[in-house]
Nanobody, 124 residues
Framework: QVQLVESGGGLVQAGGSLRLSCAAS????????WAWFRQAPGKEREFVAV????????VYADLVKGRFTISRDNDKNTEHLQMNSPKPEDTAVYYC?????????????????WGQGTQVTVSS
């Protein structure tokens, strides 16, 4: 059974930092794309960042570029999202997700596996 489990969410002050993690189990994810999405109350789920298994750098949404960093530890089958200088508008439930090689990277509908989500609240 495939499982993605997020951790690291919580309350952070604007301008601080927070690191989210996502641990995967249940199958081999070699070659998969790993992403973070977020969903704020009353809004649609939106793309945050994505990295491919084995890559050393990712692709980011413009809203977080330069502030957030996505990374993977393939030996531990874990991905991370380092959130630096978060803003109140970054407040949302953050989800990790994984997909194969087909379909666009930015559309949540193309992702096969999802975590349960972790709440991030940024105070001003």
């Amino acid at each position: 059974q495939v499982q993605l489990v997020e951790s690291g969410g919580g309350l952070v002050q604007a301008g601080g930092s927070l690191r989210l993690s996502c641990a995967a189990s249940g199958r081999s994810f070699s070659g998969y794309y790993w992403a973070w999405f977020r969903q704020a109350p009353g809004k649609e789920r939106e793309f945050v960042a994505v990295i491919r298994w084995g890559a050393t750098s990712g692709v980011y949404a413009d809203l977080v570029k330069g502030r957030f960093t996505i990374s993977r530890d393939n030996d531990k089958n874990t991905e991370h999202l380092q959130m630096n200088s978060p803003k109140p508008e970054d407040t949302a439930v953050y989800y990790c997700a994984a997909k194969g090689v087909t379909g666009t990277l930015y559309d949540a509908r193309n992702y096969d596996y999802w975590g349960q989500g972790t709440q991030v609240t940024v105070s001003s």
